[in-house]
T-cell receptor, first 114, second 111 residues
Framework: ETGVTQTPRHLVMGMTNKKSLKCEQH?????MYWYKQSAKKPLELMFV???????ENNSVPSRFSPECPNSSHLFLHLHTLQPEDSALYLC?????????????FGPGTRLTVL | GQNIDQPTEMTATEGAIVQINCTYQ??????LFWYQQHAGEAPTFLSY????GLEEKGRFSSFLSRSKGYSYLLLKELQMKDSASYLC????????????FGTGTRLLVSP
């Protein structure tokens, strides 16, 4: 596999469920990102990891919990979500977190919270 | 706060030229990206401008004027496959790549 992959592609969960989103990059990059894309709203940065250390938490509620066990993998753990959290969650990676390199995006996980 | 404005939707015909504008007012500026996103797919990188002027890459060109807080993406010889959303994103002056995105411009190319 090449590029950035995300699983699952679609997820439906209740407000009391716990689930996790997975992202994997095969590009040898050192920085990884989580974004939220809601209908008719801009892509919104959630978290940034550089060399497995979190460098940014963009005021994201604690019901979203990221984890970066190594530079190739990024998880987003979800618990007690709200219906307004329904959105497309995109993962991205870049060579490093400080340069002007482009970010490569995964296909996203379409999340629906009932 | 950060403000990035793009038209919501544009239409054009195959073979034509279209210009998608982006204006920004941000606290700090360290470059501007354009991404293309087809429906249901990942955004893909098109261009990056950090200095004033025009960057040309095949059928696509991107222009930046930092003093005016303005950029445009120019698409020439439009093809049906160019129907997509075009996202303008500003990189802020943080120690890491913090991108602030506009809402995107949905371009519809008709025969």
């Amino acid at each position: 596999e090449t590029g950035v992959t995300q699983t699952p592609r679609h997820l439906v969960m209740g407000m009391t469920n716990k689930k996790s989103l997975k992202c994997e990059q095969h590009l040898g990059h050192n920085a990884m990102y989580w974004y939220k894309q809601s209908a008719k709203k801009p892509l919104e940065l959630m978290f940034v990891y550089s060399l497995e250390e979190r460098v940014e938490n963009n005021s994201v509620p604690s019901r979203f919990s990221p984890e970066c066990p190594n530079s190739s993998h990024l998880f987003l753990h979800l618990h007690t979500l709200q219906p307004e959290d329904s959105a497309l969650y995109l993962c991205a990676s870049s060579q490093d977190s400080q340069g002007g390199d482009e970010q490569f995006f995964g296909p996203g996980t379409r999340l629906t919270v009932l | 706060g950060q403000n990035i404005d793009q038209p919501t939707e544009m239409t054009a015909t195959e073979g034509a030229i279209v210009q998608i504008n982006c204006t920004y007012q941000t606290s700090g500026f360290n470059g501007l990206f354009w991404y293309q996103q087809h429906a249901g797919e990942a955004p893909t990188f098109l261009s990056y401008n950090v200095l004033d002027g025009l960057e040309e890459k095949g059928r696509f060109s991107s222009f930046l004027s930092r003093s005016k807080g303005y950029s445009y993406l120019l698409l020439k010889e439009l093809q049906m496959k160019d129907s997509a959303s075009y996202l303008c994103a500003v990189r802020l002056n943080t120690g890491f790549q913090k991108l602030v995105f506009g809402t995107g411009t949905r371009l519809l190319v008709s025969p």
